[in-house]
């Protein structure tokens, strides 16, 4: 059992406008086995948490803490975060020239896991994978993302998640620019990782229709970089009804 | 990657011509100025930096400030001065087009000086049905298959004194790969001259082996006759201080096919000119090129592939990787496609990877065509950085940076690699540019 513990974080980021905050005091905990869900209306600063679990330079930590299992992850490298068992499955996952994707599943495995996986469990397990997402065969001899649709981006984000088996998964808008179908291949592949009890999950979602397939135990609702309101998957139903007017209008009021 | 095209890109980069119905008979992409529809201050090199261009008076730029030469542009790469005698190209000023990226201070006199410096060692290995000769200057052979196309090489035709002919006969297929070890000790400015001849379906792979130290001026011709399968590969390992300038001129025979791979890895300033000339119908060409320039390095090269003749192929494709201070590399590729060639297919490719400030990476595709009866005919150019998204995403899936470094640029450099199909080079070229890495602290 694992906990990741996000305590009064205040983010922000350097612009040719000045230093602009983002986040504003956000404290989450997420325990292993649950998936909690964070909605909230764009600009809201959903993504800027996301990113800034995963370590990425441009977001700026002015105060808080991030802690897995009481160590400090702000305090490690990108690539240590990742091996310390965090996986953030990207919005925009960007095409990386030259690499295959093969070569990059098993150089990151490689790595996650601190030596090479066994090359006939590894061949299979990928095949495996691939075929349960739906990702064409072809894909495993194409650059890393290289001329990916949008679907299949995020695709092969989930299946780098069912390989890498990350002790926190964040998927970050997972959900946008999915077809109904691409969206229950994306999301069963989700909850067969999920189901196996060693994750935690973060689903950060601007709708809800992905709640419809993956069933969030906690809804956290993010509204001008703090949550406004928190409860059960009830929040959720609401939200789809009456959307996010009424946290918005309290924050312009 | 990020398409960050940098500099020197003439106008129609990543263009892509298909469709040629709307096309003038003559119609040029690139075009020199002065010529309709230009940009003004590009040539079909690019932004112009020569003296020989007057500009255009369009917006009331006057002619450039630097120089007073006369105003000849070349009105066709076709039409470029090709002679064997030294005296048809005046002395090298650096303004000429074909020679504005070259540092010519750097090039240690085979620009100016008599070349009569020990040419380097010359050793043929690898395949005993083929015939290997060391012939006189004198030897009719000579000459055959390539002219001149600039003064450097031009001096090199005038200066060497023996020649190293390789020749695979006739429906020959070679019984190994032919080895040819170029191997320099001395820095004197020297010439060298060798021929490659595949006769008629015969089929060989002919591996130029560049390393040691040189100051040299070469002209490398190569015959490929009909239905002859060549691949020739130019390796430059050079030492720290070489300075190497080589024609490479193909000419190819009816259905034969030819492959130029170049691995510029080595030398302090290297410059290689290959070109491709189609004889007669049918041929396909195949044009590859790897270089990785570090900090001083001054890699160039300067491609024609002449579609002279319908209904013939080509394809270039040339990576580069650039690290350190000043590390400079040019890639000009001119595709012509006369009037006759018709049936044409052409794409080249050029991408550049810079993997550092300080580097500076030159690229300008050119493609010229005269009749619109053509397959297809096309070209992309991209220079780009390895920038910081691509590092966070791979190091996001708990890879380290300096692997993730790696990773990007063997993987963008073994395409090119893949291509020589000769396991023990290709493993020795890994080896290389693993090493190019290592120095560069990636």
């Not at chain 1, 091996?83 to 925009?92: E, I, K, N, T, V």
């Not at chain 2, 980069?13 to 230009?38: F, H, I, N, Q, W």
């Not at chain 2, 025979?253 to 290297?270: C, E, I, N, Q, T």
Request: glycine share 10%; proline share 3%; net charge negative.
């Amino acid at each position: 059992m694992s906990t990741l513990e996000i305590k009064d974080l205040h983010v922000s980021i350097d612009t040719d406008q000045g230093n602009i905050p983002i986040l504003k005091g956000v404290t989450l905990t997420i325990n292993t086995g649950e998936t909690h869900a964070i909605m909230g209306p764009n600009g809201s600063g959903k993504s800027t948490l996301a990113s800034t679990i995963a370590g990425h330079p441009r977001y700026k930590v002015d105060s808080g803490s991030i802690t897995l299992d009481g160590e400090d992850v702000l305090s490690m490298s990108v690539d240590e975060r990742a091996r310390a068992g965090l996986f953030l499955a990207m919005q925009y996952p960007v095409e990386v020239p030259g690499v295959t994707m093969t070569n990059f599943l098993r150089t990151a495995k490689t790595a996650l896991d601190g030596e090479a996986p066994s090359l006939r469990h590894w061949t299979k397990d990928v095949k495996t994978a691939m075929a349960q997402l739906r990702i064409d065969a072809d894909f495993a001899q194409r650059n890393v993302n290289e001329g990916f649709s949008g679907g299949e981006k995020k695709r092969v984000e989930i299946l780098q998640l069912e390989l890498f088996r990350p002790k926190f998964a964040i998927l970050d808008e997972t959900d946008s620019g999915l077809d109904v179908d691409a969206l229950k291949v994306v999301s069963e592949g989700v909850n067969r990782e999920h189901s196996k009890g060693e994750m935690g999950t973060l689903l950060i979602t601007h709708y809800t229709r992905i709640l419809r397939y993956i069933k969030p135990d906690f809804v956290h609702v993010f509204v001008a970089g703090r949550i406004a309101e928190q409860g059960g998957p009830e929040l959720a139903d609401r939200l789809e009804e009456e959307g996010y007017d009424r946290f918005t209008a309290a924050v312009e009021a | 990657m990020a398409e960050t095209t940098h500099t020197e890109i003439s106008p129609d980069t990543e263009g892509e011509v298909t469709d040629l119905g709307d096309l003038d008979e003559k119609a040029r992409l690139g075009a020199p100025s002065g010529a309709a529809a230009s940009i003004d201050g590009f040539t079909e090199e690019g932004e112009s930096l020569s003296a020989d261009d007057q500009g255009s008076e369009q917006l009331g730029l006057k002619k450039h400030s630097h120089g007073n030469a006369p105003v000849v542009p070349e009105a066709s790469r076709g039409e470029r001065r090709r002679s064997f005698d030294l005296a048809d190209f005046p002395s090298l000023t650096g303004l000429e087009e074909d020679w504005r990226f070259t540092p010519l201070k750097r090039l240690r006199g085979l620009h100016t000086d008599a070349l009569t410096g020990t040419a380097p060692a010359v050793n043929v290995t690898g395949a005993g049905n083929v015939t290997v000769e060391t012939v006189d200057r004198s030897d009719a052979r000579l000459g055959t298959a390539a002219t001149p196309e600039d003064r450097v090489s031009a001096a090199a035709w005038n200066a060497f004194s023996d020649a190293t002919v390789i020749t695979i006969p006739k429906e020959t297929v070679a019984d190994g790969e032919v080895m040819v070890s170029v191997t320099g000790s001395t820095s004197g400015a020297a010439a060298q001259h060798i021929l490659i001849h595949a006769e008629a379906f015969s089929k060989a792979v002919v591996v130029l082996d560049h390393t040691g130290s040189v100051t040299l001026a070469q002209n490398v011709e190569i015959i490929v006759g009909d239905g002859a399968e060549l691949t020739v590969v130019s390796v430059q390992e050079w030492d720290d201080d070489a300075v190497h300038v080589s024609s490479q001129q193909a000419k190819v025979g009816r259905d034969a096919r030819y492959k130029h791979v170049v691995v510029s890895l080595g030398g302090d300033l290297v410059r290689l000119t290959p070109s491709s000339i189609f004889t007669a119908t049918g041929a396909e060409v195949e044009m590859y090129g790897l270089y990785f320039a570090d900090a001083g390095q001054h890699l160039e090269q300067r491609l024609l592939v002449d579609h002279a003749v319908p209904n013939c192929k080509s394809r270039v494709t040339y990576k580069g990787a650039l690290q350190g201070d000043d590390a400079h590399t040019v890639w000009v590729g001119d595709v012509l496609i006369r009037k006759a060639a018709e049936g044409t297919d052409t794409y080249e490719t050029n991408r550049n990877l810079i993997l550092t400030d300080g580097a500076r990476s030159d690229s300008v595709p050119n493609l010229e065509i005269e009749t619109g009866l053509i397959e297809g005919a096309g070209h992309a150019s991209a220079t780009g950085r390895f920038d910081d998204e691509h590092l966070f995403y791979l190091m996001a899936r708990g890879i380290p940076e300096k692997d993730a470094r790696r990773l990007v640029v063997r993987g963008f450099l073994t395409e090119v690699i893949q291509q020589i199909k000769v396991p023990s080079l290709e493993e020795r070229l890994s080896a290389s540019v693993e090493r190019e890495l290592a120095a560069g602290n990636l």
